[in-house]
């Protein structure tokens, strides 16, 4: 199993641009494809972004393509997400969320609490 902890969430302005943090617990975090996730208020979790084992492969949700980056530091047990350019519709909880299925199952069965983004107009 593998525990995930988010953090790097918070208030900022539109146009502004923020670095989502998940640690993961383990020894074997390389073997998990990691996610990340959004709620906001009202709506179901969608997907955002995801990455696969040794990073070589990224695919995003196409509302923050061009905006948003995911990568990864394995020695570090870390996936990070660069938000760039947010806007107002950004605004949600923000999960990140591990699978060691192949990649492209986006059946995630670990998931941290969640952080919150807010973007203000």
């Known amino acids: 199993q593998v525990q995930l902890v988010e953090s790097g969430g918070g208030l900022v302005q539109a146009g502004g641009s923020l670095r989502l943090s998940c640690a993961a617990s383990g020894r074997t975090f390389s073997s998990y494809v990691m996610g990340w996730f959004r709620q906001a208020p009202g709506k179901e979790r969608v997907f955002v972004a995801g990455?696969?084992?040794?990073?070589?492969?990224?695919d995003y949700a196409e509302s923050v393509k061009g905006r948003f980056t995911i990568s990864r530091d394995n020695p570090k047990n870390t996936v990070y997400l660069q938000m760039n350019s947010l806007k107002p519709e950004d605004t949600a909880v923000y999960f990140c969320a591990a699978h060691n299925r192949p990649y492209g199952n986006n059946r995630y069965d670990y998931w941290g609490q969640g952080t919150q983004v807010t973007v203000s107009s």
């Open positions: 990455i696969s084992r040794g990073g070589s492969r990224t």
